[in-house]
């Protein structure tokens, strides 16, 4: 996407985690990339194999899978907060598994934030105690502190509710203070693990229009779990599908859809109506249309460039990231994706 | 062996294996008399002489034991001059006032807080934690207790508890985050604080009193040791539930080790915690009177006279002061645990602190209107009321007057149920028993369990105490049946309807916060001493557990299933039996598991009363401060406990596990 550089944040090369009586000593002795059987019959049960994947920086990838697939033990393997049985993982060119515990801590301080399926607030802490969490933590005092949780109270839209207990607050409400907080200590890498699944459908859209445009003005690299489908293909630049452990297919939401690689991937994708996978950026042409058309954003989806049709344009000015116009969608390419695929 | 219980299998070899063992221990108990004497009397010679090797212990402790220079001896006078301080002060504040001199020559300096400023400042807490209805109920509790002239005695029991129970809450809540934190130091622990709760309190008096000498401090070393395990185990646990997602939180915002505990597990463990504080709280209470017997003092030594004197009055007043001062404790400690944290507010430091600065002002207020006023300063002797010559005239009334109707009813289940019971049990071989408690076991618990109950119980013959275990058996036995007989109609009667249950269940709460020791004062006076007096007072202990849980039980019901049995045309009756009580079988079992603890419990203490169990060997060591026969009287009692522990849980599991009775929770 035009928004990330290609630069490499964390990448992740062979990970695994098995369970199991030993499962350090157990798995080591089974030999490179055991297969499921192999593993199952030594006792050892997987939850993640042999991943390898890299998040980009300033990129949305998003990690998408049933229950069971792994993908909440793979994000507490990516953060570290379980150790993985093998495999390396790199944050700016580190190797995490090799940190030390204080190392480690010093990391989680001040690079990484990460926000809960079920918020995770801290009971007896009000909302200005909780944002502030993770500073007091690292010993800033009472005024600097609290000034900034103010601050990203403002910026998430909770301004005079900072006195508030968390008990006090609605789900969605929440669940801001719980973004909120993860942003305090200004991350470089954002971990969101199903941040908002516990939500109710129209809060969770709400919340999702809101973590796109927190997105579009702080440009975090940002690695997001969900099991819904429709909101990995909202929100991600890219997405990885997991399966049984195992990752099936990595690309951006069109890619899955128009050339999925697997039989599972196809199945996942048949449902979904292409307009709303394929990004405007994918069929527009190059060059600026020759009339004053409507805008609209390369990062829109088809879906959302059809309303403008609807006023009777035949071609729509596409614009990047900053505004400018790059190039050009016609009316007959969007209708030839609508009708063409399937839903 | 009828007394035990046949277990219906489907399965055809079960009941094959049972019918074969139940016949052998039959044909053992009928005949074997003279072929096998040793099945029935444990063989002498072989006796494991755990006393003597106890005893010895302990000796050799007081005695030599040392580390490098330190001798133990010195280590047990350190602790104790460490808790003595504090008593001391605390004493003075509440009762002695600060002294000069010693015994009775001892002047007094300075007078001890008024009593008008202490129901002050209690009625001040209740206010703050609870408004002013629990204000009301603090004011009415200590006033009664002044009243009717326990002040004194109340006073010195107090001392004892504000002193026992930071310490008691502080090493629970260590040892128990160290256990949280560490797996293997909690698998370590378990068994001590399952024996620590199953041994009856007697039995470490005897040790705390060699160690600790006669008087206060031992006491309170008898207290925390009392009162520590509840605190662990909640402690342990409530830190364990703490969700996964606040453990991810406190390591992703980077906190270090002792962040993570303090300032994120700890907090929000913060309500089950309180209610441990509670339970330490109640359990001090309950101790620190049984513990007048090693000289704590107090209301408890009170209640312990009056018995001895067969000065009923005396001790029921007494103990209603126990009563009112449990309740006021209770009440406070778990409003106190409810309160959720307002809004600080804000102001100088007389508006942050309206509590505090009110206090202050009535200490300084009440101390020197005490000087000029002695009524405040102590309740006057001559408005005290007493009712003890009334309670006597109405024991000895109640005595005159039905006092046959009494004897027939103690003589009627004397010798129609409780001697008979008692010598059945009495006659049964004991390789029989613990083959037959080995085989229970092993059926409803595996291997595992079948060689645990059955090498506990073959602990119990060789260490010499068959005949007392049996006693003991034979009294927890049928006082937990009577109270489970009694607590089941009640709780089936309750269980539907909320305002009855509301009712009942404030009337249990209040009961199961009274101690233990206050049981017997109004069953001795009727019954005098003796088993059936033991029974009555066990049953009233211990009916409340079988009745809080079957009431749970039948609550957790599913709703639904309820109807579909109504949908297919259940009568109400066929409702409560084959659905009701079928699904809350597993509550039930767990009930009458508590009913048995509850009895093993109340039944050491009733060895007061003169039963022939192993409690009154406990007692009696106590008395004749032998460490080594109460201890291994007393972990017999644990043994009994732990057995039919065990095995009710198998059996609860096993229920559970059935199918169509859901998943194990």
Same mark, same amino acid.
């Given at each position: 996407?035009?928004?990330?550089?290609?630069?490499?944040?964390?990448?992740?090369?062979?990970?695994?985690?098995?369970?199991?009586?030993?499962?350090?000593?157990?798995?080591?002795?089974?030999?490179?990339?055991?297969?499921?059987?192999?593993?199952?019959?030594?006792?050892?049960?997987?939850?993640?194999?042999?991943?390898?994947?890299?998040?980009?920086?300033?990129?949305?990838?998003?990690?998408?899978?049933?229950?069971?697939?792994?993908?909440?033990?793979?994000?507490?393997?990516?953060?570290?907060?379980?150790?993985?049985?093998?495999?390396?993982?790199?944050?700016?060119?580190?190797?995490?598994?090799?940190?030390?515990?204080?190392?480690?801590?010093?990391?989680?301080?001040?690079?990484?934030?990460?926000?809960?399926?079920?918020? @995770?607030?801290?009971?007896?802490?009000?909302?200005?105690?909780?944002?502030?969490?993770?500073?007091?933590?690292?010993?800033?005092?009472?005024?600097?502190?609290? @000034?900034? @949780?103010?601050?990203?109270?403002?910026?998430?839209?909770?301004?005079?509710?900072?006195?508030?207990?968390?008990?006090?607050?609605?789900?969605?409400?929440?669940?801001?203070?719980?973004?909120?907080?993860?942003?305090?200590?200004?991350?470089?890498?954002?971990?969101?693990?199903?941040?908002?699944?516990?939500?109710?459908?129209?809060?969770?859209?709400?919340?999702?229009?809101?973590?796109?445009?927190?997105?579009?003005?702080?440009?975090?690299?940002?690695?997001?779990?969900?099991?819904?489908?429709?909101?990995?293909?909202?929100?991600?630049?890219?997405?990885?599908?997991?399966?049984?452990?195992?990752?099936?297919?990595?690309?951006?939401?069109?890619?899955?859809?128009?050339?999925?690689?697997?039989?599972?991937?196809?199945?996942?994708?048949?449902?979904?109506?292409?307009?709303?996978?394929?990004?405007?950026?994918?069929?527009?042409?190059?060059?600026?249309?020759?009339?004053?058309?409507?805008?609209?954003?390369?990062?829109?989806?088809? @879906?959302?460039?059809?309303?403008?049709?609807?006023?009777?344009?035949?071609?729509?000015?596409?614009?990047?990231?900053?505004?400018?116009?790059?190039?050009?969608?016609?009316?007959?390419?969007?209708?030839?994706?609508?009708?063409?695929?399937?839903? | 062996?009828?007394?035990?219980?046949?277990?219906?299998?489907?399965?055809?070899?079960?009941?094959?294996?049972?019918?074969?063992?139940?016949?052998?221990?039959?044909?053992?108990?009928?005949?074997?008399?003279?072929?096998?004497?040793?099945?029935?009397?444990?063989?002498?010679?072989?006796?494991?002489?755990?006393?003597?090797?106890?005893?010895?212990?302990?000796?050799?402790?007081?005695?030599?034991?040392?580390?490098?220079?330190?001798?133990?001896?010195?280590?047990?006078?350190?602790?104790?001059?460490?808790?003595?301080?504090?008593?001391?002060?605390?004493?003075?504040?509440?009762?002695?006032?600060?002294?000069?001199?010693?015994?009775?020559?001892?002047?007094?300096?300075?007078?001890?807080?008024?009593?008008?400023? /202490?129901?002050?400042?209690?009625?001040?807490?209740?206010?703050?934690?609870?408004?002013?209805?629990?204000?009301?109920?603090?004011?009415?509790?200590?006033?009664?207790?002044?009243?009717?002239?326990?002040?004194?005695?109340?006073?010195?029991?107090?001392?004892?508890?504000?002193?026992?129970?930071?310490?008691?809450?502080?090493?629970?809540?260590?040892?128990?985050?160290?256990?949280?934190?560490?797996?293997?130091?909690?698998?370590?622990?378990?068994?001590?604080?399952?024996?620590?709760?199953?041994?009856?309190?007697?039995?470490?008096? /005897?040790?705390?009193?060699?160690?600790?000498?006669?008087?206060?401090?031992?006491?309170?070393?008898?207290?925390?040791?009392?009162?520590?395990?509840?605190?662990?185990?909640?402690?342990?646990?409530?830190?364990?539930?703490?969700?996964?997602?606040?453990?991810?939180?406190?390591?992703?915002?980077?906190?270090?080790?002792?962040?993570?505990?303090?300032?994120?597990?700890?907090?929000?463990?913060?309500?089950?915690?309180?209610?441990?504080?509670?339970?330490?709280?109640?359990?001090?209470?309950?101790?620190?009177?049984?513990?007048?017997?090693?000289?704590?003092?107090?209301?408890?030594?009170?209640?312990?006279?009056?018995?001895?004197?067969?000065?009923?009055?005396?001790?029921?007043?007494?103990?209603?002061?126990?009563?009112?001062?449990?309740?006021?404790?209770?009440?406070?400690?778990?409003?106190?645990?409810?309160?959720?944290?307002?809004?600080?507010?804000?102001?100088?430091?007389?508006?942050?602190?309206?509590?505090?600065?009110?206090?202050?002002?009535?200490?300084?207020?009440?101390?020197?209107?005490?000087?000029?006023?002695?009524?405040?300063?102590?309740?006057?002797?001559?408005?005290?009321?007493?009712?003890?010559?009334?309670?006597?005239?109405?024991?000895?009334?109640?005595?005159?007057?039905?006092?046959?109707?009494?004897?027939?009813?103690?003589?009627?289940?004397?010798?129609?149920?409780?001697?008979?019971?008692?010598?059945?049990?009495?006659?049964?071989?004991?390789?029989?028993?613990?083959?037959?408690?080995?085989?229970?076991?092993?059926?409803?618990?595996?291997?595992?369990?079948?060689?645990?109950?059955?090498?506990?119980?073959?602990?119990?013959?060789?260490?010499?105490?068959?005949?007392?275990?049996?006693?003991?058996?034979?009294?927890?036995?049928?006082?937990?049946?009577?109270?489970?007989?009694?607590?089941?109609?009640?709780?089936?009667?309750?269980?539907?309807?909320?305002?009855?249950?509301?009712?009942?269940?404030?009337?249990?709460?209040?009961?199961?916060?009274?101690?233990?020791?206050?049981?017997?004062?109004?069953?001795?006076?009727?019954?005098?001493?003796?088993?059936?007096?033991?029974?009555?007072?066990?049953?009233?202990?211990?009916? /409340?557990?079988?009745?809080?849980?079957?009431?749970?039980?039948?609550?957790?019901?599913?709703?639904?299933?309820?109807?579909?049995?109504?949908?297919?045309?259940?009568?109400?009756?066929?409702?409560?039996?084959?659905?009701?009580?079928?699904?809350?079988?597993?509550?039930?079992?767990?009930?009458?598991?508590?009913?048995?603890?509850?009895?093993?419990?109340?039944?050491?203490?009733?060895?007061?009363?003169?039963?022939?169990?192993?409690?009154?060997?406990?007692?009696?060591?106590?008395?004749?401060?032998?460490?080594?026969?109460?201890?291994?009287?007393?972990?017999?009692?644990?043994?009994?406990?732990?057995?039919?522990?065990?095995?009710?849980?198998?059996?609860?599991?096993?229920?559970?596990?059935?199918?169509?009775?859901?998943?194990?929770?």
């Amino acid at each position: 996407m035009s928004m990330t550089d290609t630069t490499e944040k964390l990448v992740c090369r062979n990970v695994w985690k098995v369970f199991g009586a030993r499962a350090q000593e157990a798995f080591a002795g089974l030999g490179r990339d055991p297969s499921l059987e192999r593993l199952l019959s030594a006792g050892l049960v997987p939850a993640v194999r042999a991943v390898d994947l890299s998040v980009r920086n300033g990129e949305i990838f998003v990690i998408m899978g049933l229950s069971g697939s792994g993908k909440s033990t793979l994000v507490r393997c990516l953060s570290r907060l379980i150790e993985p049985t093998a495999g390396e993982i790199l944050f700016n060119g580190q190797n995490l598994l090799a940190a030390t515990d204080g190392e480690m801590i010093e990391l989680r301080r001040h690079k990484m934030g990460m926000v809960f399926q079920h918020f @995770a607030l801290l009971p007896h802490l009000t909302v200005l105690e909780n944002v502030a969490f993770p500073l007091e933590v690292q010993g800033i005092d009472r005024a600097k502190r609290e @000034a900034r @949780a103010r601050e990203i109270i403002t910026l998430v839209g909770l301004t005079g509710r900072e006195s508030s207990y968390p008990r006090q607050l609605s789900g969605g409400q929440q669940q801001r203070v719980g973004i909120a907080r993860s942003l305090a200590v200004e991350p470089e890498l954002w971990f969101l693990d199903e941040p908002f699944s516990a939500l109710d459908p129209l809060i969770r859209r709400e919340l999702q229009d809101e973590f796109l445009r927190l997105q579009s003005a702080l440009r975090k690299t940002i690695v997001f779990i969900t099991h819904d489908f429709d909101e990995a293909i909202r929100l991600a630049d890219r997405i990885a599908i997991m399966k049984d452990g195992v990752i099936e297919q990595i690309g951006t939401p069109e890619d899955l859809v128009l050339h999925p690689a697997t039989d599972y991937v196809r199945e996942f994708t048949r449902a979904v109506p292409k307009a709303k996978a394929v990004r405007v950026a994918s069929l527009a042409h190059p060059g600026a249309p020759a009339t004053d058309a409507p805008r609209i954003p390369a990062r829109a989806t088809i @879906a959302e460039a059809g309303t403008a049709f609807l006023n009777g344009a035949d071609v729509l000015a596409v614009t990047d990231a900053d505004g400018r116009v790059t190039g050009s969608l016609r009316r007959e390419d969007v209708v030839q994706l609508i009708l063409g695929g399937a839903g | 062996m009828t007394a035990l219980p046949a277990p219906s299998y489907q399965t055809a070899s079960p009941r094959l294996i049972w019918g074969i063992a139940l016949s052998l221990a039959a044909i053992l108990w009928l005949w074997g008399q003279t072929v096998a004497p040793f099945a029935f009397e444990y063989p002498k010679a072989l006796q494991i002489p755990a006393a003597r090797w106890i005893g010895g212990a302990i000796t050799w402790l007081v005695k030599e034991a040392a580390i490098g220079p330190i001798a133990f001896a010195d280590i047990t006078r350190f602790v104790a001059d460490l808790i003595d301080l504090p008593y001391r002060a605390t004493l003075a504040l509440l009762a002695t006032g600060l002294l000069s001199g010693e015994g009775s020559s001892a002047i007094q300096l300075w007078p001890p807080l008024p009593w008008v400023a /202490v129901v002050g400042l209690l009625a001040l807490i209740g206010l703050y934690a609870g408004g002013i209805p629990l204000a009301l109920t603090v004011t009415a509790c200590m006033t009664f207790i002044a009243v009717f002239g326990q002040w004194q005695s109340a006073m010195v029991t107090l001392a004892s508890i504000i002193v026992a129970v930071p310490l008691g809450v502080a090493g629970g809540l260590f040892l128990g985050i160290a256990a949280a934190r560490r797996p293997w130091l909690d698998r370590a622990m378990k068994p001590f604080l399952d024996l620590m709760q199953t041994m009856p309190v007697f039995a470490y008096l /005897v040790p705390i009193l060699i160690l600790f000498g006669f008087g206060p401090t031992a006491a309170i070393v008898a207290t925390l040791i009392y009162a520590m395990p509840p605190m662990i185990r909640i402690t342990t646990l409530a830190l364990q539930r703490v969700p996964s997602e606040i453990h991810d939180l406190g390591r992703m915002v980077g906190c270090t080790d002792r962040q993570m505990t303090w300032r994120v597990l700890v907090p929000s463990a913060r309500e089950p915690l309180l209610v441990g504080v509670n339970q330490v709280i109640m359990q001090s209470l309950n101790m620190v009177i049984i513990a007048s017997m090693i000289g704590a003092g107090g209301l408890g030594f009170d209640v312990l006279n009056a018995l001895r004197r067969l000065d009923f009055g005396a001790g029921l007043e007494a103990g209603l002061a126990i009563v009112a001062l449990a309740i006021t404790l209770d009440r406070l400690s778990q409003a106190l645990a409810r309160r959720n944290r307002a809004a600080i507010p804000q102001g100088n430091a007389l508006q942050r602190h309206p509590y505090l600065a009110a206090a202050l002002a009535l200490i300084i207020a009440t101390t020197l209107l005490g000087l000029l006023i002695p009524a405040i300063q102590t309740y006057p002797e001559s408005a005290r009321l007493t009712t003890s010559p009334f309670w006597a005239a109405a024991v000895e009334w109640i005595n005159i007057t039905f006092f046959d109707t009494l004897e027939a009813i103690k003589n009627a289940v004397l010798l129609g149920l409780l001697i008979p019971v008692k010598r059945f049990l009495l006659s049964l071989p004991w390789v029989a028993v613990v083959a037959m408690l080995g085989l229970l076991g092993w059926r409803l618990g595996g291997w595992r369990l079948g060689l645990l109950t059955a090498s506990l119980s073959f602990l119990i013959a060789a260490t010499g105490q068959w005949e007392k275990a049996m006693i003991t058996v034979y009294l927890c036995g049928i006082a937990s049946l009577i109270a489970m007989a009694i607590g089941l109609p009640i709780a089936i009667a309750v269980a539907e309807r909320e305002r009855a249950w509301t009712i009942t269940r404030a009337i249990i709460d209040t009961l199961q916060t009274l101690p233990s020791f206050v049981y017997l004062m109004p069953v001795v006076m009727l019954f005098r001493v003796g088993d059936f007096t033991a029974l009555i007072a066990v049953v009233a202990y211990a009916v /409340v557990a079988s009745i809080r849980y079957t009431v749970l039980g039948l609550q957790g019901v599913d709703p639904r299933l309820i109807e579909a049995g109504r949908a297919m045309g259940c009568t109400d009756w066929q409702i409560l039996t084959r659905i009701r009580l079928r699904l809350a079988l597993p509550e039930i079992l767990l009930g009458l598991n508590q009913t048995i603890m509850f009895a093993l419990a109340m039944l050491v203490i009733t060895a007061l009363v003169g039963t022939r169990d192993l409690g009154q060997d406990v007692y009696i060591a106590l008395t004749k401060a032998n460490p080594g026969n109460g201890l291994v009287a007393g972990l017999a009692i644990a043994f009994i406990a732990i057995i039919a522990d065990r095995l009710i849980h198998a059996a609860a599991d096993a229920q559970r596990a059935k199918p169509g009775l859901g998943a194990q929770a």
